[in-house]
């Protein structure tokens, strides 16, 4: 059994296979994908909660152009039960019961994005031969988010400024927290290059990917410039 939920008529839905992978897959990449894809931009774009983020144009367009155009035609399982996974998800996140705080999601977003986003991403590659627009600019908000307006290394984390003029603190990896610190007054070019290339962060140099550096450089730039929903709404 992978799992049970309940549809439109409360009855429980039992899934009975061999093997558990697929579904597994499907969990990762779209569920906890959407919200690692989405949600750093957001906060920096004002947004607390994952409900707010669902009652915006462009974040909600944002999050369903990612799933549905570049998530969902990677992964090995029936096309209909992915959509119908990707609907029950946006529901989900549009919870009035739950305050789901985007700043508790983005606790160890480096491990997180390595895992449940940059598959599909090189997976969208391979199968097309061109970048995925959101995928790609998801990882730029990831940069975004642990350089933005650098104030301090503490022992909690790292402290950044929003637009909105709160400071908060990045928590992850005490390594990754380093890395960001070190290379807080680089250029756009030079931080993007040295997150891109630090094999230890994503197990590979993804500089190789042809027009991948180039293209994160510009969506960085363009969320610093512009603010990252002008940057999410690019994409659309």
């Keep these: 059994m992978v799992g049970r939920f309940a549809d439109d008529t409360d009855r429980l839905i039992v899934a009975v296979v061999p093997d558990v992978t697929p579904y597994k897959k499907r969990k990762v990449r779209i569920l906890n994908g959407a919200h690692t894809g989405f949600v750093l931009g957001a906060y920096l774009a004002g947004f607390d909660i994952v409900r707010d983020c669902m ?22 399982l029936d096309k209909d039960d992915l959509m119908n996974f990707a609907a029950a998800v946006q529901d989900r996140f549009n919870n009035p019961f739950v305050n789901h705080e985007l700043m508790s999601i983005s606790l160890n977003s ?3 994005w390595r895992a449940r986003n940059m598959p599909s991403l090189l997976d969208y590659i391979e199968i097309n031969g061109k970048l995925p627009a959101c995928l790609t600019m998801s990882l730029a908000a990831y940069i975004a988010f642990y350089s933005n307006d650098v104030q301090a290394l503490t022992d909690a984390g790292l402290v950044c400024r929003r637009a909105k003029g709160n400071e908060y ?5 005490r390594w990754a927290l380093e890395f960001y610190w070190a290379h807080k007054d680089d250029s756009v070019e030079d931080l993007v290059h040295a997150v891109l290339s630090n094999a230890y962060m994503w197990g590979q140099d993804l500089t190789y990917i042809e027009g991948f550096e180039a293209a994160v450089a510009q969506d960085l730039a363009l969320i610093r410039r512009e603010g990252a929903l002008a940057a999410y709404a690019s994409c659309l």
């Design 55 to 76: 009652h915006d144009d462009t974040v909600l367009g944002f999050m369903n152009k990612m799933l549905y155009e570049e998530v969902i035609p990677t992964l090995p």
């Design 110 to 112: 480096t491990s997180k």
């Design 169 to 173: 603190t990045v928590s992850d990896d």
